[in-house]
């Protein structure tokens, strides 16, 4: 597989007087295709190296590359149509417009990205979308007419319309019972094998993270662990993530 997201050494602190390094020095690489989850405690740089990870924040130091080509030092709006054209997001809390409708909201990106009513092709593609997530009996509601797993499937859908080689989800089932949990990571996890889409999930969710190709553990900042799960001799260090050896889960 081909190198898709590439960190050297980047390193990010916060604050002018009160400086917090939230990261620090990461070097990760990321092939295309994975099913990659973050974890680690509270504070420990998740959310920041997700961020990063997304052009929507800028590391204090370090390259970030995708394909092979640098994007750290793109100006901002070099960025906002590298984002557009390559990179998918799913929040925890899905950000739907409320007075949109599912379609409608699963179109926002192509308003974004086109400034222009959206082509018949592209609202084709958006109909496809929603049917891929399972939603299509509520093309026409409205976000607070959904369930939250609902929801959150159009949330998918959205990130997918501009048919990118990256999504990158903070906490996807943080608001979820664990039914509905496992219902949304069996649809990521489809999106991933069906559009070699590559994935990158932080989530405290255990149960969620262990079932990941690749888990990587962040602790103040740093990868204390980085486990692959492809191999038969990778799933037996694989298996080292439950609660009872996960450092993280220990300081749970
Ligand atoms: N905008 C900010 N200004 C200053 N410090 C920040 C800012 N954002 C994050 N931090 C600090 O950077 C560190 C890493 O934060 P980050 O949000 O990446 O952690 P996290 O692992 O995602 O946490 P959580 O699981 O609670 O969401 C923390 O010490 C946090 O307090």
Not at 137 to 142: A, E, T
Not at 158 to 177: H, K
Request: aromatic fraction near 6%.
């Amino acid at each position: 597989m081909d190198s898709l997201v590439k960190l050297s050494n980047i390193t990010k602190e916060y604050g002018t007087k009160i400086k917090t390094k939230a990261l620090d020095k990461i070097n990760l690489e990321i092939l295309e295709g994975e099913f990659l989850s973050i974890i680690g405690q509270s504070g420990s740089g998740k959310s920041t190296l997700l961020n990063i990870m997304g052009t929507l924040d800028r590391p204090t130091d370090g390259e970030l590359l995708f394909k092979g080509s640098k994007i750290s030092r793109l100006n901002d709006d070099a960025l906002a149509n590298f984002r557009n054209n390559n990179l998918g997001f799913v929040f925890q809390f899905h950000h739907l417009l409320p007075e949109l409708s599912v379609l409608e909201n699963v179109l926002i990106p192509a308003w974004i990205t086109f400034e222009k009513k959206p082509t018949a092709t592209i609202i084709d593609r958006a109909k496809e979308l929603i049917v891929l997530v399972g939603v299509e009996n509520r093309v026409n509601n409205k976000p607070n007419e959904l369930s939250g797993g609902q929801r959150q499937r159009v949330a998918i859908a959205r990130s997918l319309l501009n048919n990118p080689s990256l999504v990158l989800a903070d906490e996807p089932t943080g608001n979820l019972d664990s039914d509905a949990s496992d219902n949304i990571y069996e649809l990521l996890r489809t999106i991933n094998k069906e559009l070699n889409t590559t994935f990158i999930i932080v989530t405290h969710d255990m149960h969620i993270a262990a079932k990941a190709d690749r888990v990587i553990e962040i602790k103040d900042g740093e990868i204390v662990r980085d486990v692959s799960n492809r191999s038969k001799a990778e799933e037996e260090a694989f298996k080292e993530f439950s609660p009872k050896n996960c450092l993280y889960c220990k300081s749970l």
